[in-house]
T-cell receptor
Framework: AQSVTQLDSQVPVFEEAPVELRCNYS??????LFWYVQYPNQGLQLLLK??????LVESINGFEAEFNKSQTSFHLRKPSVHISDTAEYFC????????????FGTGTRLLVSP | GAGVSQSPSNKVTEKGKDVELRCDPI?????LYWYRQRLGQGLEFLIY????????KSGLPSDRFSAERTGESVSTLTIQRTQQEDSAVYLC????????????FGQGTRLTVV
């Protein structure tokens, strides 16, 4: 069965600084990878996803994530964060065999301060 | 409706009472998930329905928890003899079939056991 590890429960950062939120996964088969975001008092929504093709995927608000198969990672990065990026970020993985269940990490809280 | 609908949005119940939470998935979505999110914590998987297959109940924390779904329609999560540690936001998500697809989340039901 697949699993996801988000080692950082909280990442504090100053506005306009770069940030990286780490995600590692474990799976014996090929995976699909997702980042979801939960803004304060809102529901979860998809931020970006890797299905196939280019290993670098981008979101509309400046985040990007790179699929690294050898390191089994899918870290989320942004070169310059805004106060509005303060949120909880969840990494998730699914596979095309068996039950195809989406498995989430425990989440990383990004705190952006002025 | 256009999205995943959960009801009630808030529920306060006395310890020992039973509660029933409802999820209306997006029409046509064969997969349905229930997650629990305790205050300040990550997503805890509870149960997963995929079409007419037997559900994956591996995340249910005790036999006080049960869930049902008829076909590809509404799902109900029932918690019997509620305890204070059951207090959390219960999230429902649905998606179309397949591991490559995005899961859409409802706004959740905030359960408070007093």
């Amino acid at each position: 069965a697949q699993s996801v590890t988000q080692l950082d429960s909280q990442v504090p950062v100053f506005e306009e600084a770069p940030v990286e939120l780490r995600c590692n996964y474990s799976s014996s088969v090929s995976v699909y990878l997702f980042w979801y975001v939960q803004y304060p008092n809102q529901g979860l929504q998809l931020l970006l996803k890797y299905l196939s093709g280019s290993t670098l995927v981008e979101s509309i608000n400046g985040f990007e994530a790179e699929f690294n198969k050898s390191q089994t990672s899918f870290h989320l990065r942004k070169p310059s964060v805004h106060i509005s990026d303060t949120a909880e970020y969840f990494c998730a993985v699914s596979v095309d065999t068996g039950f195809q269940k989406l498995v989430f990490g425990t989440g990383t809280r990004l705190l952006v301060s002025p | 409706g256009a999205g995943v609908s959960q009801s009630p949005s808030n529920k306060v119940t006395e310890k020992g009472k039973d509660v029933e939470l409802r999820c209306d998935p997006i029409s046509g979505h064969t997969a349905l998930y229930w997650y629990r999110q305790r205050l300040g914590q990550g997503l805890e998987f509870l149960i997963y329905f995929q079409g007419n297959s037997a559900p994956d109940k591996s995340g249910l924390p005790s036999d006080r928890f049960s869930a049902e779904r008829t076909g590809e329609s509404v799902s109900t999560l029932t918690i019997q003899r509620t305890q204070q540690e059951d207090s959390a936001v219960y999230l429902c998500a649905s998606s179309t079939s397949g591991a490559r697809t995005e899961a859409f989340f409802g706004q959740g039901t905030r359960l408070t056991v007093v």
